[in-house]
Every structure is written in C-alpha cells, then in structure tokens.
C-alpha cells in the first residue's frame, strides 16, 4: 500500500503540448536543433554519438515548482528525477538514458545557455552510460629550455705582437690576386697557439705566436690590409678577436672600441703543401743573407725567360751556390762550409720567393732548416716557415759565359772607385748610362759625357794596372750595383778585350766563401 501510494504520488510526467502555447511549442521545436549542437561542441560531438547507439532527444517542458527551464532527454521518458545529472530509469520499452537537471538548460523562449562547467560533468556521465574510454589529456608540452645566449668563440692577444707578426706576411699578398680569398690573412687557432698563414699561390709563409684562447679549434680569413692598417693606429695593449665562423666576420675589441671585419670562409683557402721525405740541410740565416745581397740585383725581370727570374742554387756536399743573371751581367756566390748530403742538386728559387726570404730572415744568426722537393722548397726558421714553388726551368749553363783567360788585370780601392763612378755617371747618357774606363800604367781615368746636352765628365784615380793599354765601357748603374754589392776594401777587375765580359771579385776572398762578378761590356764611339 505505501508502495502504490509513493508510485501513485510520483511525478507525473509534464507534457509539453499542456505547458506550452502554439508558438512556443514552435520555438521549442526549433531550439533542439541548436541544443544539440551545443551538446556536440562542449562535449566532443558526444550528441552524435549517442544518435548512432540508437538514442533520440528531446526537450521536457518545466516540471512543477519551475518557469522557464526546458530540459534535454535521451529515450523514452516516463520519469523526471530533477537532482539526477544523468541516470537510467524504468521504463516499459527497458532501459533508457536521460539528461536532467542543469546539465544543458534551455531558457525560454528560444536562446540556449549551454555553461562549460556542466559541459564536463555532462560528458563524463554520457561517457559511464555508453560505457566510452575516458579520453586522455592532451600532454602540454614542457616549454623548451631558454636558449643560451650565443657567446661567440674568442681569442686574445697583443696587439703589437700582432702586428709585427703580420708585417713580414704582408709582401706575400698579391694586390690583385686571381682567387678572391688570397687577400685576406688565414687565422687557425688551436691549443692556444694562432697560426697565420699569407699566400699567392706560388709563396706561402705561415707563422705562429701564443694567444689565450676560448675554443680549442677556430679558424677564419680576414682582410689583410684593413686588419694590418687597423692595429698601426691602436695603441699597444690587448686586444680581443670575437669570431663567427658561420657569417665569415670577427670583431675586433679594444679598450675604448669595437671593430667589425667581414672575411671569408677558411675552407676556401688553398692548401698550403706539406714537406715530404726531401733532402734536407741547414744554412746559417746570415749565409742566405750575404747570398741574397749578392745576387738580387741582378735577378731578371723578363718573363720570356722564366729560368732567369729565379735564382739558381746548386747543391754539393761540400757547398752551395747561388746564380742570377739578367744576361748583361751574372753574380756568382758560393759557400764552401755549406753542402747537402746526397747527389748533386739544381733548383732554381722565384725572385719573390728569394725576396720573401730576406726579409723574414731574423737579425741574428739562427740555423734556417731547408728541404729541397721536387717541385717546392721549404724554409723553416723558429715558428716561421715559407714555401715557395720552384721555377720549372733550365737554366742557362752560365760556367761558359764567364772567359777563363784575362790576361789584364786592375786593382784598385773599391771605395774610391765606385764615389768616382757615382759622380761621372751623373753627367752621362741617360738612356745609355755609359762611362768609359781608361787603363795606362798606374792610372785609371773614368769620362762620361751626353752628346744631347754638352755635358761630360772626367776623373782620374791611382790603380795597380798590369796589363795593355785600353779603353772599356761599362753601364754605370750595372758597376754601381756590383761594387755596392762587395764589402772589401779593394777589388780585382779582370779583362781580356774591351768587347769581352770583365770579371769583378774581392781583391782577397774569404776562406770559405768565393763572389764573381760578371758584367757585359758597351760598345765605345772609338773603336768597331
């Protein structure tokens, strides 16, 4: 009895065609569309989920105690429990699902209210009922670590230690070079040693000092001639180079100032060759010195005959010798406490290169190290050391060109002589620049003279004389050279005939060393 009084005291179900006017039923009507659509966006189109289990909606006008809130249900419903936010109830068809309270209240006439909050609560029981696998969070993803800041690798050094490293590298730099990058200076810094490298293709010198450095391996190519003309007007003190690889550049930091220079990759730098197996000597730097200051001056210029634009050393084991010609005149040195172990050896040194050479040649005397390849040779000095590719090229056999007969011969003061001839070739030809030897007894008169002009010059000099009488001229500036070139005190000139080569050498050679000096004689006026 009380069970059928609590079921017939049961809510009886509110049907909406009582409640509601023609209109609003038409407005009711209307507004499931959109309902269901909210349904569909809160909770991952959970309404059309539910349509294709089989499950139909539908609004439910307010039950008793409310206005103005329609709810919406799933199934048949023959039952309003308002507190139930999802549930299944009894029915004479079996189960089915319904949606009541405020999950989605409707408010009248025809706007729908849909909250986000119940959207939740909404979804997770439609989910139970239908028995869906919870769906899992979306991971967040941790945010990415701060970038560190780009600290770009460095290197410090002097910058007047800098600056005279670079100085003797400078001359190597061609001034219109073929590859772009042979402007620049190669920069390698590895285990706090930089390496600077100069090249033409044909000579290379690379060096080395110690710097502090925050990166076991960098390299970079930098101009050359706007680096070496930035660290003239700084101040000598420390100077810090930020290098970026990538972009080619590196900014130079002083003390009161910042400088950026822009390079180029060191990956396109040329290789520079690598000593093999070669023979292999040593030669006292102030030997290469008095050698070079011997034969420069007489390297040829003419590019027609490449052999003569070097200079040309032969090796011994018991000596070295060092040829130039520029086919007027030819200088002989050779060192006899100097040799190179094995066969006899020919290899002709670039004019440049020979150049280069002097002028990284330290002031003191210090063992240069030389190994002599086949198509390069190579001079290492301390940290210093230059390459230079040979001249591919026969050279001229110049032991048939020096008379071996000279039966007149003059001694005379090298000093007295070569003021002499200074001073008479001032009024010489100066497109010839002749002047005119004049040998009898023990006297020497040395005349110049420029027909173009009238003027002329004459000087007489005591000599020691054994021979004939003559008369001989020599290019002044080519005399000049050769005696400027000699350091003693007095010097032998050795002829034949006026029209022959005369051979010029020291009055007395050292024990261990041999110069000849040979130059071309003019043709005079007064005989044919």
């Not at 220079?261 to 030997?287: C, N, Q, R, W």
Request: aromatic share 6%; glycine share 6%.
């Amino acid at each position: 009895m009380t069970a059928q009084k609590r079921k017939g005291a049961a809510v009886a179900k509110p049907k909406l065609s009582d409640r509601l006017s023609p209109e609003d039923k038409l407005a009711f009507q209307e507004l499931l569309p959109v309902a269901l659509q909210e349904i569909n966006t809160h909770c991952a189109g959970l309404a059309d989920k539910l349509q294709a289990s089989g499950i139909t909606f539908s609004l439910i006008a307010p039950h008793a105690g409310e206005t103005g809130t329609l709810y919406v249900t799933a199934g048949n419903y023959n039952t309003f429990a308002p507190n139930v936010r999802f549930g299944m109830g009894p029915s004479g068809e079996g189960q089915r699902a319904f949606f009541s309270g405020s999950d989605f209240p409707v408010q009248t006439p025809a706007t729908l209210d849909a909250r986000p909050e119940y959207a939740a609560l909404f979804e997770s029981n439609a989910r139970t009922w239908l028995k869906l696998p919870t769906p899992q969070p979306t991971p967040i993803p941790a945010p990415a670590p701060a970038a560190a800041p780009l600290v770009m690798p460095k290197f410090i050094v002097s910058s007047s230690a800098l600056l005279k490293t670079l100085q003797p590298l400078a001359a190597v730099i061609p001034g219109n070079p073929v590859v772009p990058v042979l402007s620049n200076f190669l920069f390698e810094v590895a285990k706090g040693t930089l390496q600077i490298t100069a090249s033409d293709l044909e000579t290379s010198i690379t060096t080395s000092l110690p710097v502090e450095s925050s990166k076991n391996e960098l390299r970079i190519c930098l101009p050359s001639r706007l680096l070496l003309n930035l660290l003239k007007q700084l101040p000598d003190q420390p100077i810090t180079f930020d290098v970026d690889e990538e972009q080619h550049h590196a900014q130079v930091n002083s003390a009161n100032g910042r400088y950026k220079l822009t390079g180029e990759h060191a990956a396109d730098y040329p290789k520079v060759p690598v000593p093999g197996p070669f023979s292999s000597m040593e030669i006292p730097s102030s030997t290469l010195a008095r050698a070079y200051s011997k034969t420069n001056f007489a390297i040829s210029t003419d590019e027609l005959r490449p052999a003569m634009t070097g200079v040309l050393v032969e090796l011994e084991p018991g000596s070295v010798t060092f040829v130039a010609t520029d086919g007027h005149r030819l200088l002989r040195f050779r060192r006899l406490d100097v040799g190179c172990p094995g066969a006899i050896k020919r290899a002709i040194v670039p004019g440049k290169a020979w150049k280069m050479l002097k002028a990284t040649l330290p002031a003191e005397t210090t063992p240069v190290r030389v190994k002599w390849g086949t198509s390069n040779a190579f001079f290492e000095m301390g940290t210093l050391r230059l390459v230079c590719r040979l001249i591919d090229e026969r050279y001229p056999d110049y032991e048939n060109v020096i008379p071996l007969s000279n039966p007149n011969k003059l001694l005379i003061s090298r000093p007295e002589l070569l003021r002499a001839s200074q001073r008479c070739a001032l009024m010489s030809n100066k497109t010839t620049h002749q002047i005119r030897l004049s040998l009898a007894g023990a006297e020497l008169t040395l005349a110049a003279d420029d027909l173009d002009y009238g003027n002329e010059a004459r000087e007489t000099l005591a000599c020691q004389y054994d021979g004939e009488n003559m008369d001989i001229g020599f290019n002044a500036d080519f005399l000049h050279q050769m005696l400027g070139a000699l350091d003693n005190e007095e010097v032998s000139l050795s002829m034949s005939t006026p029209s022959r080569a005369g051979l010029l050498e020291p009055a007395q050679q050292d024990e261990q060393e041999n110069v000849l000096m040979l130059v071309m004689p003019v043709m005079l006026n007064n005989y044919v």
